[in-house]
T-cell receptor, first 113, second 112 residues
Framework: RKEVEQDPGPFNVPEGATVAFNCTYS??????FFWYRQDCRKEPKLLMS???SGNEDGRFTAQLNRASQYISLLIRDSKLSDSATYLC??????????????FGSGTQLTVLP | NAGVTQTPKFRVLKTGQSMTLLCAQD?????MYWYRQDPGMGLRLIHY???????AKGEVPDGYNVSRLKKQNFLLGLESAAPSQTSVYFC???????????FGQGTRLTVV
């Protein structure tokens, strides 16, 4: 079982739609949580950190449920420029390894005109 | 404002050849990392460093070595390349383990 699991998609949505991505993680002792964005053939870049109380940044809302070990990202009013792969990232200690940023394999989003 | 710079950006190696990937950061970050990204696998940590002169193994260290002789540089070496090491390699740096990691543009390596 992967330490951080995401639905790979692809999610194809029309402009203006609301779309939600989910992510589950295996280690209940995980300390910090992030969503990164990766454009095609580019490096990952931080989209937003995820806080326990939930947080919002413009059209983006992130939620954390520690009891269910679940993170979500909601994108409202999707833009063409939102098309990318969204990576769920958890600071955790995978089995037999040191604490590290552990990446999900990503969810691909395409926003259609 | 360079951030994290990786060289080279592309490379084709023959099986058994060696090479070194260079990562340089100008943000005075303590932590540096080498990841590989393969389709459907996400980014996997190869090695990391928590400061000048220190290195540690990540999730997939076999076949790779690293050195951090200067705080701003983190080198990844492949002593005897294998086709299984065909991948995109990303270097990253951060101020602390729990904070935002900044990535280089990646190195696309093909081993034939």
């Amino acid at each position: 079982r992967k330490e951080v699991e995401q639905d790979p998609g692809p999610f194809n949505v029309p402009e203006g739609a609301t779309v939600a991505f989910n992510c589950t993680y295996s280690n209940s002792a995980s300390q910090s949580f992030f969503w990164y964005r990766q454009d095609c053939r580019k490096e990952p870049k931080l989209l937003m950190s995820v806080y326990s109380s939930g947080n919002e940044d413009g059209r983006f809302t992130a939620q954390l449920n520690r009891a269910s070990q679940y993170i979500s990202l909601l994108i409202r009013d999707s833009k063409l420029s939102d098309s990318a792969t969204y990576l769920c990232v958890v600071n955790m200690r995978p089995s037999g390894s040191a604490r590290q940023l552990t990446f999900g394999s990503g969810t691909q989003l395409t926003v259609l005109p | 404002n360079a951030g994290v710079t990786q060289t080279p950006k592309f490379r084709v190696l023959k099986t058994g050849q060696s090479m070194t990937l260079l990562c340089a950061q100008d943000m005075n970050h303590e932590y540096m990392y080498w990841y590989r990204q393969d389709p459907g696998m996400g980014l996997r940590l190869i090695h990391y460093s928590v400061g000048e002169g220190t290195t540690a193994k990540g999730e997939v260290p076999d076949g790779y070595n690293v050195s951090r002789l200067k705080k701003q540089n983190f080198l990844l070496g492949l002593e005897s390349a294998a086709p299984s090491q065909t991948s995109v390699y990303f270097c990253a740096s951060s101020n602390q383990m729990n904070t935002e990691a900044f990535f280089g543009q990646g190195t696309r390596l093909t081993v034939v």
